[in-house]
């Protein structure tokens, strides 16, 4: 049987249904099913973008299987045009293909396997498997609901910690193969109307040089919260919870700074947001995270404060 090798979090957002295309520098003739390996690197800050966990999450063998009914080259309208699809963010470049995916199968429990490279082959035998489709080859594959992760984050138990009072969650997660390092996401209480529930929805997470280079932010909102400095490590399972101003405030500096590669600027940007007045803060925030201003409203504030 063919396979396909995938990186957590894609090869989970694949068998969720959530990820239809994916992303390979090379054309295949090849149609029909592929096994789907998760390989045994997973990338941190993804999963927790995506609302998983890495370390919840299946890796080193086949973990199910989904068709590859088509293969598209992607020019960069193309690649915009599939953003939903593939999950890719805006990082187009030259020489992509399309791998259309659909009707994702889980397997019961994963299969130990080397991954490899490239399409190739793997022996496999899904006869025996209930949730694969494994009858009459005439018989159409029907696709069922996108399936919920095998085991859920370790958090969920914690984002009914949030209230109207403390609005923000924030997380720490270790980066894997780092002994202390970690990303920190931040996470908000939304709610769309007054009769609905409200749900948290992930802002953005941080890490490396740039999450360094604003501690001060960190730490400065943690003790606002009523936390000591101390409470941050990268064992740290509960989360932080934040009051609204607190969670605003940081929550611009992250998605600020977020793409910037130089320190000097991350530090001009960061001292410009701790200067303004909160009613300034609050409007730069609203259109740094609504859909339809948050990449120019971005920019916009990069520009106003490190003349980017």
């Known amino acids: 049987m063919k396979a396909l090798s995938f990186r957590q979090p894609w090869a989970e957002l694949v068998l969720q249904g959530r990820k239809t295309m994916d992303l390979r520098t090379y054309n295949t003739h090849y149609r ?13 800050e993804k999963c927790w973008e995506n609302e998983l966990n890495p370390d919840n999450l299946d890796a080193g063998g086949i973990v199910g299987t989904v068709e590859l009914v088509d293969v598209i080259p992607l020019d960069e309208a193309a690649y915009q045009e599939h953003m939903e699809a593939h999950l890719a963010g805006r990082r187009w470049r030259e020489g992509l293909y399309g791998w259309v995916l659909a009707r994702p199968e889980r397997l019961p429990e994963l299969v130990p396997a080397r991954g490899r490279t490239n399409l190739f082959n793997i022996d496999l035998d899904l006869a025996g498997s209930e949730s694969l489709e494994s009858r009459n080859p005439q018989s159409p594959v029907t696709a069922a609901p996108p399936p919920q992760a095998k085991r859920q984050p370790t958090y969920t138990t914690n984002l009914n910690g949030t209230t109207s009072e403390k609005p923000f969650a924030l997380h720490v997660q270790a980066l894997a193969g780092a002994a202390t390092d970690y990303a920190l996401t931040l996470r908000q209480r939304v709610v769309e109307r007054p009769d609905s529930d409200p749900r948290l929805e992930t802002v953005v997470a941080l890490s490396g040089d740039n999450l360094r280079a604003v501690a001060d932010h960190v730490i400065e909102a943690l003790r606002k919260a009523e936390y000591k400095a101390t409470d941050l490590s990268v064992t740290r399972q509960k989360p932080f919870y934040l009051p609204e ?23 001009q940007i960061s001292y410009g947001i701790r200067q303004m007045p909160s009613e300034e803060a609050y409007y730069w925030y609203s259109k740094c995270t609504a859909a339809d201003t948050a ?8 520009v106003l404060l490190a003349a980017e």
């Open 295 to 302: 990449e120019r409203a971005q920019k916009a504030l990069r």
């Open 245 to 267: 101003e607190v969670g605003v405030r940081l929550g611009l500096v992250f998605l600020t700074v977020k793409p910037l590669t130089k320190i000097r600027r991350v530090e």
């Open 32 to 44: 029909g099913r592929l096994a789907i390996h998760a390989s045994q690197t997973a990338e941190a």
